[in-house]
């Protein structure tokens, strides 16, 4: 069982910033290999949006964030954060953080895995 707190949505302009952070806390026994970000507006399929290793500094950014956005790990390695800059209306939607998996840049099919997500609006 895994619980994620996150924050850091909300409104921003074109052109704005946000940053956003997500803790899990993991029960006994469980691991993964990385935390990061997917986001998903309603109705639509998924988007990966970046990933950090848990064992390393090592990343993934997708292509439409790169420039724009940065992904961290925080304090420990059950934290990080996405600095989002340069926003655009087009980067609205739900960011959920999920387990990854940098090498591969995949995020795990497993909902159980998803935080419930944070609302991300961009707006002028």
């Known amino acids: 069982q895994l619980q994620f707190v996150e924050s850091g949505g909300g409104l921003a302009q074109p052109g704005g910033s946000l940053r956003l952070s997500c ?6 026994g469980l691991r993964h290999s990385g935390l990061g970000w997917f986001r998903q507006v309603p109705g639509k399929e998924r988007e990966g949006v970046s990933c950090v290793s848990s064992k390393d500094d090592s ?3 997708a292509d439409f964030a790169a420039g724009r956005f940065t ?10 954060h996405l600095q989002m800059s340069s926003l655009r ?11 990854c998996d ?3 840049r995949t995020y795990t099919p497993n909902s159980e895995y ?3 997500g944070t609302q991300v609006t961009v707006s002028s």
């Open 23 to 28: 803790t899990v806390v993991s029960g006994p």
């Open 114 to 116: 998803w935080g419930k």
């Open 71 to 80: 992904v961290s790990r925080g304090n420990d390695e059950k934290t990080v």
């Open 102 to 104: 940098v090498p591969s």
């Open 89 to 99: 209306p087009s980067d609205t939607a739900i960011y959920r953080c999920a387990l």
């Open 59 to 61: 990343t993934y950014v």
